[in-house]
């Protein structure tokens, strides 16, 4: 007889004890998952579940007309994806809008046939042909776009992130809810199957309650990121300026090319690495909780001391920080840390840690590891040759697939607002030096002190 010289059982009752306890801890782990993904704060439920608007119903073989609003270097490549697509997903590119006659042309030519080309996206929503729109437009257009597109009866996929400010994205979500359209964001991460398997696995209660999470997204730019090319082509009469500034924008240049080209690097259009690489991150990681959540605190800390602006002759110093990181708490008691930079490209692995396991995440794997105390009663896993991987051609079929079935795309409104709550939220922290309170029952914001606070929009802050 094999005796524990610990506990003084015999080996089959180690065995009986070890399967009870690994049983217990998978029950409690699921229990524990299931009282996560309860919605404690009764927030309405934005889906594609309610009654839609105007707009033909699209049956499964009909084929999909859509518009894209901003052909600059992302719309363009939505383009080529989207025209690739064409036969496989039964789609269309019928309309083209863009300010500047040079995009709308080039556009023109990828696409072929009887596109129709605007320079007012208001004109292209008029055109009752069209099922649905692609928006990649700067920043500070894509709510605006996104409610009107919705409210003349189209379906929309716009560009991450889904809004400039926090205010806005509630209108988005607000309107999604009141016309029923499919709304995607454009943060193809959430379309990479180890992301969803992630999900599965915490959901499941495999890695029991959830404790951290990290990610990051990195670059070094040594001339500064987003200092792209200024076409000469681009001269004051080009383009409608005011247009493109819109109704909104405080701090209002006059027609400034570099505004243009490299609009990232300035606070009035913009987060900068918040609007721009962090929901490259947050999206996939607030997905892979398996029950995404509002967030109710966060704290943010940018820096910008390597100046590499300075590299690019003629280019002002940008508003936006070059390195930032962020912390964010769920009422579940998780806790996510992303960081992002465009001086550094050396990153944090992707991992979501859990009382009784560990997720790691990378490539098309997802590997799952035991913590050392419960390494008796939970099984190593490796899930491998996960697909597809990140691709924009997989996210605009999964949008399209969904118009189709009325099913909720990958990155529905539910986690486009929540991750744009984290991101206006961090917004306001680094830029105020304030960790940011959100009551998501009542939608409005506190400071540490329990002060009430306004939420940032145009005109808050300078510039803006």
Same mark, same amino acid.
């Given at each position: 007889?094999?005796?524990?010289?610990?506990?003084?059982?015999?080996?089959?009752?180690?065995?009986?004890?070890?399967?009870?306890?690994?049983?217990?801890?998978?029950?409690?782990?699921?229990?524990?998952?299931?009282?996560?993904?309860?919605?404690?704060?009764?927030?309405?439920?934005?889906?594609?579940? +309610?009654?839609?608007?105007?707009?033909?119903?699209?049956?499964?073989?009909?084929?999909?007309?859509?518009?894209?609003?901003?052909?600059?270097?992302?719309g363009q490549l939505h383009v080529d994806k989207m025209k690739a697509g064409a036969d496989q997903n039964n789609v269309a590119l019928a309309a083209v809008c863009d300010l500047w006659e040079k995009r709308r042309l080039l556009a023109k030519e990828k696409i072929g046939g009887d596109v129709k080309l605007y320079d007012d996206y208001r004109k292209m929503l008029e055109n009752?042909?069209?099922?649905?729109?692609? #928006?990649?437009?700067?920043?500070?257009?894509?709510?605006?776009?996104?409610?009107?597109?919705?409210?003349?009866?189209?379906?929309?996929?716009?560009?991450?992130?889904?809004?400039?400010?926090?205010?806005?994205?509630?209108?988005?979500?607000?309107?999604?809810?009141?016309?029923?359209?499919?709304?995607?964001?454009?943060?193809?991460? #959430?379309?990479?199957?180890?992301?969803?398997?992630?999900?599965?696995?915490?959901?499941?209660?495999?890695?029991?309650?959830?404790?951290?999470?990290?990610?990051?997204?990195?670059?070094?730019?040594?001339?500064?990121?987003?200092?792209?090319?200024?076409?000469?082509?681009?001269?004051?009469?080009?383009?409608?300026?005011?247009?493109?500034?819109?109704?909104?924008?405080?701090?209002?240049?006059?027609?400034?090319?570099?505004?243009?080209?490299?609009?990232?690097?300035?606070?009035?259009? #913009?987060?900068?690495?918040?609007?721009?690489?962090?929901?490259?991150?947050?999206?996939?990681?607030?997905?892979?909780?398996?029950?995404?959540?509002?967030?109710?605190?966060?704290?943010?800390?940018?820096?910008?001391? *390597?100046? +590499?602006?300075?590299?690019?002759?003629?280019?002002?110093?940008?508003?936006?920080?070059?390195?930032?990181?962020?912390?964010?708490?769920?009422?579940?008691?998780?806790?996510?840390?992303?960081?992002?930079?465009?001086?550094?490209?050396?990153?944090?692995?992707?991992?979501?840690?859990?009382?009784?396991?560990?997720?790691?995440?990378?490539?098309?794997?997802?590997?799952?590891?035991?913590?050392?105390?419960? +390494?008796?009663?939970?099984?190593?896993?490796?899930?491998?040759?996960?697909?597809?991987?990140?691709? *924009?051609?997989?996210?605009?079929?999964?949008?399209?697939?969904?118009?189709?079935?009325?099913?909720?795309?990958?990155?529905?409104?539910? *986690?486009?607002?929540?991750?744009?709550?984290?991101?206006?939220?961090?917004?306001?922290?680094?830029?105020?030096?304030?960790? #940011?309170?959100?009551?998501?029952?009542?939608?409005?914001?506190?400071?540490?002190?329990?002060?009430?606070?306004?939420?940032?929009?145009?005109? +808050?802050?300078?510039?803006?």
């Amino acid at each position: 007889m094999i005796v524990d010289s610990f506990m003084h059982k015999t080996e089959s009752q180690v065995s009986a004890g070890v399967d009870s306890r690994r049983s217990f801890l998978k029950k409690a782990a699921v229990v524990t998952a299931a009282a996560a993904s309860t919605n404690l704060f009764k927030t309405p439920v934005y889906g594609q579940t +309610t009654a839609p608007s105007t707009g033909r119903v699209i049956g499964a073989n009909d084929r999909i007309a859509v518009g894209v609003v901003g052909v600059g270097p992302q719309g363009q490549l939505h383009v080529d994806k989207m025209k690739a697509g064409a036969d496989q997903n039964n789609v269309a590119l019928a309309a083209v809008c863009d300010l500047w006659e040079k995009r709308r042309l080039l556009a023109k030519e990828k696409i072929g046939g009887d596109v129709k080309l605007y320079d007012d996206y208001r004109k292209m929503l008029e055109n009752k042909d069209l099922d649905a729109v692609l #928006c990649a437009t700067v920043d500070h257009w894509h709510a605006r776009v996104s409610v009107d597109s919705m409210k003349a009866g189209k379906h929309i996929y716009v560009e991450k992130p889904m809004s400039r400010y926090l205010g806005e994205a509630f209108e988005v979500a607000d309107t999604v809810k009141a016309t029923g359209k499919v709304f995607q964001v454009g943060s193809q991460g #959430c379309s990479d199957a180890k992301w969803h398997k992630a999900a599965e696995l915490v959901r499941a209660g495999s890695i029991g309650p959830l404790v951290l999470g990290q990610g990051s997204y990195m670059r070094n730019s040594p001339k500064g990121e987003w200092n792209y090319t200024i076409d000469p082509d681009l001269k004051a009469g080009s383009v409608n300026w005011n247009e493109w500034l819109g109704p909104n924008i405080k701090t209002r240049a006059d027609f400034n090319a570099d505004h243009f080209f490299r609009w990232r690097n300035y606070y009035p259009y #913009c987060a900068g690495l918040l609007g721009d690489l962090f929901p490259h991150r947050l999206h996939p990681l607030v997905l892979a909780t398996g029950s995404p959540e509002f967030p109710i605190r966060v704290a943010a800390i940018g820096t910008k001391k *390597i100046l +590499t602006d300075k590299n690019t002759p003629g280019t002002p110093i940008r508003d936006v920080p070059e390195c930032l990181t962020l912390i964010a708490e769920f009422p579940s008691g998780y806790s996510l840390m992303v960081c992002s930079s465009s001086v550094n490209e050396q990153g944090l692995p992707d991992i979501i840690r859990g009382h009784i396991a560990t997720l790691y995440i990378g490539g098309n794997t997802v590997e799952l590891r035991p913590e050392r105390p419960f +390494t008796d009663e939970i099984d190593p896993e490796r899930f491998d040759g996960l697909q597809p991987v990140e691709d *924009i051609g997989v996210h605009q079929a999964n949008w399209l697939s969904c118009i189709r079935t009325g099913k909720a795309p990958n990155a529905d409104i539910d *986690i486009a607002l929540k991750v744009q709550t984290i991101v206006s939220l961090g917004e306001m922290s680094d830029r105020l030096g304030i960790t #940011c309170h959100f009551d998501p029952a009542t939608r409005t914001l506190s400071d540490g002190a329990g002060k009430k606070l306004d939420p940032v929009t145009y005109g +808050t802050l300078k510039p803006s």
